[in-house]
């Protein structure tokens, strides 16, 4: 059975046109539904939003049954990443670009809190990645992605290489721009642009994905969610990042080792049962399916 939901928290990227607006839109709707609207304090702004979010988005689900999200896919990263170990479910309303975590447009606000309400919200349990940054054999920092983590070169031109292990055993030393280990929920981001698989976000498994390679013959691998990936880093006197997410940066240096995981049943989404997988990729991905009639009878 589905816990009642009376206290909802809503969340607006205060970036996107039209925000405030969308938060009154719904808290009306919550209230005229008999529900509690708790409203964010302190995020009014885009630095505010960035940069101190995490904690107050985190306190608000904490306090509430369900987080309405308005914003694009950058949004929901955001919070997903906030609420990392959180079990309070994230209905997205897309206000952005492509909308791949989101369950429905701002237009179909009032239809997608209906059918939450009448108990016919599908829960969507996602895994986060888990990175810890190893520097002469101490751990220095690590870093959580619920789309993708990224290791990649600065400014220069230059490529990097890297040395990648799955399981303890060697997967192959790569030359190249960057590398990408993706989650399914990140597998229509930068894995796909760069070459990578789209994978349903029910399997279990990650997908490497070398950016620009050398070597032609290096392609996207996918292995197991259970494996341990390390990417021991060759380069010498190159820039180098890792990313999360797109969103969160840290610097590395020559001879650092990142060891990565996945830590399962981190992040819950609601969906609508006339929003599943394939449906959204056709939509987003603009398939329109084979431009080749059937032939009539003879």
């Given at each position: 059975?589905?816990?009642?939901m009376?206290?909802i928290?809503?969340?607006?990227n205060?970036?996107?046109?039209?925000?405030?607006?969308?938060?009154?839109e719904?808290?009306?709707?919550i209230?005229?539904?008999?529900?509690e609207?708790?409203?964010?304090?302190?995020?009014?702004?885009p630095?505010?939003?960035?940069?101190?979010?995490?904690?107050?988005?985190?306190?608000?689900?904490?306090?509430?049954?369900?987080?309405?999200?308005?914003?694009g896919d950058?949004?929901?990263?955001?919070?997903?990443?906030?609420?990392?170990?959180?079990?309070?479910p994230?209905?997205?309303?897309?206000?952005?670009g492509?909308?791949?975590?989101?369950?429905?447009?701002?237009?179909a606000?009032?239809?997608?809190?209906?059918?939450?309400?009448?108990?016919?919200g599908?829960?969507?349990?996602r895994?986060?990645?888990h990175?810890?940054?190893?520097?002469?054999?101490?751990?220095?920092?690590?870093?959580?992605?619920?789309?993708?983590?990224?290791?990649?070169?600065?400014?220069?031109?230059?490529?990097?290489e890297?040395?990648?292990?799955?399981?303890?055993?060697?997967l192959?030393?790569?030359?190249?721009?960057?590398?990408i280990?993706?989650?399914p929920?990140?597998?229509?981001?930068?894995?796909?642009?760069?070459?990578?698989?789209i994978?349903?976000?029910?399997?279990?498994?990650?997908?490497?994905?070398?950016?620009?390679?050398?070597?032609?013959?290096?392609?996207?691998?996918?292995?197991?969610?259970?494996?341990?990936i390390?990417?021991?880093?060759?380069?010498?006197?190159?820039?180098?990042?890792?990313t999360?997410?797109?969103?969160?940066?840290?610097?590395?240096?020559?001879?650092?080792?990142?060891?990565?995981?996945a830590?399962?049943?981190?992040?819950?989404?609601?969906?609508l049962?006339?929003?599943?997988?394939?449906?959204?990729?056709?939509?987003?991905?603009?398939?329109?399916?084979?431009?080749?009639?059937?032939?009539?009878?003879?």
């Open positions: 059975m589905q816990q009642e009376t206290q928290g809503l969340i607006a205060p970036e996107k046109a039209g925000w405030q607006e969308a938060l009154e719904a808290q009306r709707l209230q005229q539904s008999g529900r609207a708790i409203l964010p304090e302190g995020m009014h702004s630095e505010t939003f960035r940069d101190e979010g995490e904690a107050l988005i985190r306190g608000m689900a904490e306090n509430s049954d369900l987080l309405v999200v308005f914003g950058g949004t929901m990263l955001h919070v997903a990443r906030s609420l990392e170990g959180c079990p309070t994230i209905l997205g309303i897309n206000t952005g492509l909308g791949f975590l989101t369950a429905a447009p701002y237009a606000l009032a239809e997608a809190l209906q059918t939450i309400w009448q108990g016919h599908l829960r969507d349990v895994p986060s990645i990175a810890t940054l190893y520097r002469e054999e101490a751990i220095t920092q690590e870093l959580s992605a619920i789309n993708d983590l990224v290791i990649s070169r600065g400014g220069a031109s230059r490529m990097i890297l040395e990648v292990k799955v399981d303890g055993q060697l192959t030393q790569y030359r190249c721009d960057g590398f280990i993706s989650s929920t990140g597998s229509t981001a930068y894995s796909l642009s760069a070459g990578g698989a994978v349903c976000p029910s399997a279990s498994v990650f997908t490497l994905t070398p950016i620009c390679p050398h070597t032609l013959s290096n392609r996207s691998v996918i292995v197991d969610m259970s494996s341990v390390e990417v021991s880093l060759l380069s010498d006197d190159v820039e180098m990042y890792l999360a997410d797109g969103q969160k940066q840290i610097t590395l240096t020559p001879r650092d080792r990142i060891q990565i995981l830590r399962q049943g981190q992040v819950t989404f609601l969906n049962p006339d929003n599943p997988f394939f449906s959204i990729l056709r939509q987003k991905m603009r398939w329109s399916g084979s431009s080749v009639s059937p032939s009539a009878p003879s």
